[in-house]
């Protein structure tokens, strides 16, 4: 069976970093589109992140631009979200999600993950 399963998650203060981790077992992640995906409550799931299949280029909602980072290594079948300088906003569930190109919808992704709980506050 196809998964992915996100890690990192956890309580930090403002300014505080982590580092989520999307591990795919049961298929490999190198042909795929990697995105992050965050829901706040009582908001709509929105694009985070996403790290292209081919030549590796990266895509960042305006919110996490220059804070947060987005890499893979398809040796380890992982894809990674540093995030740096975090803010009370950052809070949310975070996920990661496959898809066949950079878009950050929702809509066109394929496999999910269960999500990790980042919670940033004092």
């Known amino acids: 069976q196809r998964q992915l399963v996100e890690s990192g998650g956890g309580l930090v203060q403002p300014g505080g970093s982590l580092r989520l981790s999307c591990v795919a077992s049961?298929?490999?992640?190198?042909?795929?589109?990697i995105g992050w995906f965050r829901q706040a409550p009582g908001k709509e799931r929105e694009g985070v992140s996403c790290?292209?299949?081919?030549?590796?280029?990266?895509y960042y909602a305006d919110s996490v631009k220059g804070r947060f980072t987005i890499s893979r290594d398809n040796a380890k079948n992982t894809v990674y979200l540093q995030m740096n300088s975090l803010k009370p906003e950052d809070t949310a569930v975070y996920y990661c999600?496959?898809?066949?190109?950079?878009?950050?919808?929702?809509?066109?992704?394929?496999?999910w993950g269960q999500g990790t709980q980042v919670t940033v506050s004092s």
């Open positions: 999600a496959t898809d066949f190109e950079c878009l950050l919808e929702v809509t066109t992704t394929q496999y």
């Open positions: 049961g298929f490999t992640l190198d042909y795929y589109a």
């Open positions: 790290i292209s299949e081919s030549d590796g280029s990266t």
